[in-house]
């Protein structure tokens, strides 16, 4: 019997959890994680408001570029980055996926699943069935999902009844955290989802260019956003300035001979 969506989605999330040694904690910064085990570059762009991701691939390098927009609501912006996630590891390339398509169902169960995991909220939670909104908040909280995701969670694990995960769902993760005392973690979690970011190892390959001399520092600072003074400054307080090349790695014997033609240059009507 083929697996449900659903299904496919838990079990590709249940696996990626186990395979890079996971378990059913909180995930942390999601960028960092998809870099390091995928070995792809991941970046926080500016997009339309009504952009969350995307993921490119270049078959011929079998290379994936995945970008989320920057965004004041960071838990979206965590979704839609386990979003694009499940589009790389279920290898869905093609342009003409619809907003409901099979694949785009399959990806959002996916990216629930790793995010917060049925075995994690048990964890967390313990056999305690006396729930409330107080509970909902420390679920979005820990795992840091949009109170929608976390209703669900909680509902599939068996803490909350249809109907109230629905009605729980509704609720702005803001409010959440203003009731519930956590609003300078939500704010500073804002700043950091609003921030551009460039790919870890793109600016890393740009920084081992600039110790050579062949990247200039405005590269790295326009690669991440920032005043090319700053990243001159901050290389330097960390030993890293650019190469000079010593005149003595070049031997006049080793250059190559060159014929230059200046027939070009002599004047009409003239001898040579």
């Known amino acids: 019997m083929t697996p449900s969506l659903e299904q496919q989605a838990q079990r590709a999330a249940d696996e990626f959890r186990r395979e890079h040694r996971l378990g059913v904690q909180p995930l942390g910064d999601l960028v960092a994680l998809i870099e390091q085990t995928t070995g792809h570059d991941v970046a926080i762009l500016d997009a339309d408001p009504d952009e969350h991701g995307l993921i490119m691939r270049d078959p ?5 570029f995945i970008g989320v927009a920057r965004s004041h609501k960071p838990m979206r912006q965590r979704s839609s980055l386990a979003h694009e996630l499940a589009h790389l590891i279920f290898q869905d390339w093609s342009d003409e996926l619809g907003k409901r398509s099979p694949e785009e169902i399959r990806a959002d169960a996916f990216a629930r699943h790793l995010l917060v995991p049925q075995e994690g909220v048990k ?10 909104r107080q509970t909902l908040s420390d679920v979005v909280q820990r795992f840091l999902v949009s109170p929608a995701i976390a209703a669900i969670a909680m509902r599939e694990a068996g803490y909350v009844p249809s109907g109230l995960a629905s009605e729980w769902g509704r609720t702005p993760t803001p409010q959440l955290a203003t009731r519930f005392g956590w609003s300078d973690q ?18 890393s390959r740009a920084i081992a260019g600039y110790a050579e001399g062949v990247v200039s520092a405005q590269t790295i600072a326009t690669l991440r956003g920032v005043p090319a003074e700053r990243i001159v400054h901050e290389l330097e307080g960390i030993g ?9 790695e070049f031997e006049p014997d080793e250059l190559p001979d060159i014929d230059v033609d200046l ?9 040579p």
């Open 123 to 132: 964890e967390f939670l313990g056999s305690t069935h006396d729930v409330s």
């Open 60 to 64: 011929e390098r079998n290379k994936v």
């Open 240 to 248: 890293i300035v650019p190469r000079v090349p010593d005149d003595r």
């Open 263 to 271: 027939s070009g240059l002599e004047d009409e009507g003239r001898s």
């Open 186 to 203: 939500y704010e500073a979690l804002q700043v950091d989802s609003n921030r551009l970011r460039a790919p870890q190892g793109l600016v």
